[in-house]
């Protein structure tokens, strides 16, 4: 039997920060980008009604489902959450917000690869955490020589300090693609796109052909292909039902822009833990956000434009 | 209802009797099935986790053999033609057993698309109704709507074929014909829908080229005869059905010419490659060179391209298609290279680099290699049965006792 290849649990390698980018993070809440947010209607409820088996397997499609059955949803995921986690969870279903199309900025002049934004992303969105490991975001380490080509990336570097001479790096997570393949591809329509841009996918109604997988240019999606293993100690409690609540085996995931987050008006989990403010994200639809400030100020570029999957997700170089 | 309960007592006998060679033959296939069903009961329970399928090559083994066996219950109904054409004689019988054969093929499909999913609790999500098909953009969605618009056609005929024979009535051409020809376009689109399964992701240069279709075509054309020149060959020694020599010879001449085809596309797919060099060149290299120390596939692809090559010049040689030692190597080569082709060699070198260029070498785990098992040893029984119970039918040895129907 040939050899797993699991993906390595890399520590966070020792990384030499600039003084003055040491206590970047500044307070999410302070900064709200979100100036046209609109309180979406919080659909979450307790009302608890347990055993609905048959329900679930006779449910219809999530958006068909009315204000009611949503609710009669969520405390199912809550319960089940509770008898596999044995710890109480908040599960919600914030619809999008009128007027707001999220926008994310990589800024590779910046990045070191440090991989803090994995770790977060994975802490945040109740990834699996060994056996089947799921990272949302890969980095990856490419030849300056080379510039942007997957040929020569190498994503299992372990380095002890980064960033390593003659090397920069690329962080890669689901694009958000305006016209997603994996969408197109997808034979239940259990992932489509909503209307502020996040490509989401309904754990419940996914069968695991993996069509999705085969489309996506940039390797976003992964595939439950065991029990996933999270602690309960480390299960993150504030959910949403396209997000980040556990996930059954055999179901495809990927990153939502932290849509439990983004849609309160908070940063995604990984531009909070960027300890080089490389990541921006915000209001595409707001001028004044801070993704069109980048867009107005710097040039900004996607990756495999070729493919026209028209990302949502901009790289750029600050310096 | 007495009538359905006699012939299914009928058919009960016909399967009960047999040689010493067919129930060995039988003891064999269970063997299988139970190998496979116990290595699906620890996939089911572990996940796909106990395959080597991960992030990387997110589809491996079981869909190879998924688009092979499609290959193989098109080709099947697409004897028709030439059988036609060629006055092959019992016209009505090489339509019936090119169906059993594609009714028997599908039916590995499906179970193979089965064991895929992550999910098969959850099939009904993708049918119309209960469901919610993603049609018309998904091609999976296609796929599943002509393959069962396939089986189920297949099945009327055959069922048709049969219950005539069975009642002792002639076939009536006008309800047969229109439902062969029918048949046809649809053998056609399940191939071809298939192919565009793969074609149709930008994300996967290696399956993003519009040669695609026609190989795959071209390459079924190889597999589903060779399976019937077989099979011709026993049901000549066993039962009363007359079929010719020079049917044979010219089946085996067809498939010299399709593999003609199929190997031609493949020279003009490797020519665009290798002389243009563009980043797409890894996929290709992969399969045929390997990349660096990454080299699982290279055996595999050079004994399919020298098994193909070897099955084109014995079927094109009148005197090698004509002995039946060659004749029948031949098939079984033939059989073997477009196997690999469609298998590992279609699915693999396509998601290997993936799209972030992460070269994962997948290799079937013994798990795969049961399941398989156990589907392939499903189809052959299937298969078998279906052609006990035929055979004497359509020979007139099995047919209902009462002078006149017993059910209409
Ligand atoms: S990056 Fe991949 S998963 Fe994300 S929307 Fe595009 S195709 Fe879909
Ligand atoms: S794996 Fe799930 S989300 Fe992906 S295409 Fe299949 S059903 Fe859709």
């Not at chain 1, 997808?186 to 052909?209: L, M, N, S």
């Not at chain 2, 290595?39 to 688009?67: C, E, K, M, P």
């Not at chain 2, 890894?282 to 193909?308: C, D, E, I, M, N």
């Not at chain 2, 082709?341 to 260029?357: A, C, R, S």
């Amino acid at each position: 039997m040939s050899p797993r290849n699991p993906l390595p649990v890399v520590p966070d390698a020792p990384i030499d920060l600039a003084p003055d980018l040491r206590e970047h993070d500044v307070d999410p809440e302070r900064r709200a980008f979100l100036r046209t947010a609109a309180a979406g209607a919080a659909l979450a409820s307790l009302a608890g009604c347990g055993g609905l088996t048959m329900e679930e397997f006779f449910r219809r499609h999530f958006k068909e489902l009315t204000p009611g059955q949503v609710k009669r949803v969520l405390a199912r995921v809550e319960a089940s959450n509770k008898e596999r986690f044995g710890r109480d969870t908040k599960v919600t279903a914030e619809g999008p917000m009128e007027g707001v199309e999220f926008g994310y900025g990589l800024d590779l002049s910046r990045c070191i690869g440090c991989r803090r934004c994995v770790y977060a992303c994975v802490k945040e969105n109740n990834q699996s955490r060994e056996y089947p490991q799921i990272q949302w975001i890969r980095v990856l380490e490419m030849d300056k020589e080379g510039g942007v080509d997957v040929s020569h990336a190498e994503q299992y570097y372990e380095p002890a300090t980064v960033p390593r001479p003659g090397k920069f790096y690329f962080p890669v997570q689901c694009q958000q693609c305006r016209n997603p393949p994996c969408v197109k591809a997808c034979p239940t329509q259990a992932t489509w796109k909503e209307k502020d841009g996040i490509v989401v996918v309904d754990y419940d109604w996914c069968i695991g052909c993996r069509c999705c997988m085969a489309a996506c240019p940039y390797g976003a999606r992964h595939f439950n292909l065991a029990e996933p293993t999270l602690p309960a100690a480390e299960l993150n409690p504030r959910q949403h039902y396209l997000g980040n609540r556990p996930r059954p085996k055999g179901v495809v995931e990927k990153c939502t822009f932290c849509i439990q987050r983004s849609r309160n008006g908070r940063y995604p989990a990984c531009v909070e833990a960027c300890p080089v403010g490389a990541r921006k994200f915000g209001n595409l639809l707001d001028p004044q956000s801070e993704i069109r400030q980048v867009m107005e100020t710097k040039r900004v570029f996607v990756f495999k434009e070729e493919l026209a999957t028209h990302p949502q997700f901009y790289y750029f170089y600050a310096t | 209802m007495t009538g359905i309960l006699q012939f299914l007592k009928g058919c009960g006998r016909q399967i009960k009797t047999g040689n010493r060679a067919y129930f060995a033959w039988l003891a064999a296939l269970s063997v299988a099935i139970v190998i496979g069903v116990i290595a699906y009961v620890h996939q089911a329970q572990v996940g796909l986790i106990a395959t080597n399928i991960r992030d990387q090559v997110s589809w491996a083994f079981y869909i190879g053999n998924f688009t092979f066996l499609v290959g193989v219950a098109a080709a099947a109904v697409l004897l028709v033609i030439p059988a036609y054409v060629y006055h092959w004689g019992p016209l009505k019988e090489v339509v019936l057993l090119g169906e059993l054969l594609a009714i028997s093929a599908l039916a590995m499909c499906l179970l193979f698309i089965m064991v895929d999913m992550g999910r098969p609790d959850r099939l009904l999500h993708m049918f119309p109704l209960i469901g919610t098909p993603n049609w018309p953009r998904s091609l999976l969605a296609w796929d599943a709507l002509v393959l069962n618009l396939y089986l189920i056609l297949n099945v009327v005929v055959v069922v048709y074929i049969l219950f005539q024979s069975y009642a002792g009535k002639e076939t009536n051409k006008k309800i047969l014909l229109p439902l062969v020809l029918i048949s046809i376009p649809v053998s056609i689109s399940t191939h071809t829908v298939t192919a565009f399964l793969y074609n149709g992701m930008a994300a996967r240069p290696y399956w993003n080229a519009s040669i695609l279709a026609p190989r795959f075509l071209a390459s079924a054309f190889c597999s589903g005869p060779a399976v019937m020149i077989i099979l011709f060959q026993i049901l000549r020694k066993t039962t009363r059905i007359p079929i010719k020599d020079e049917a044979i010879w010219k089946l085996a001449e067809l498939m010299a010419y399709a593999m003609f085809i199929n190997l031609f596309l493949l020279g003009a797919e490797l020519f665009k490659e290798f002389y243009s060099q563009t980043q797409e060149l890894r996929y290709t290299q992969y399969f045929w060179f390997g990349l660096g120390k990454h080299r699982a596939l290279v055996p595999y692809a050079w004994s399919s391209l020298l098994a193909s090559v070897a099955a084109f010049f014995i079927f094109l040689v009148p005197k090698l298609r004509q002995n039946w030692v060659t004749l029948n190597l031949g098939c079984l080569l033939i059989w073997s290279g477009v196997y690999i082709e469609k298998g590992l060699g279609l699915v693999i070198p396509g998601m290997t680099p993936d799209t972030l260029g992460e070269i994962y070498e997948y290799r079937p785990t013994l798990v795969e290699w049961s399941i398989a098992l156990g589907i392939f040893g499903v189809g052959f029984l299937v298969f078998t049965i279906l052609v006990k119970i035929s055979v004497p039918i359509l020979a007139g040895t099995f047919k209902t006792s009462g002078a006149t129907p017993a059910s209409h």
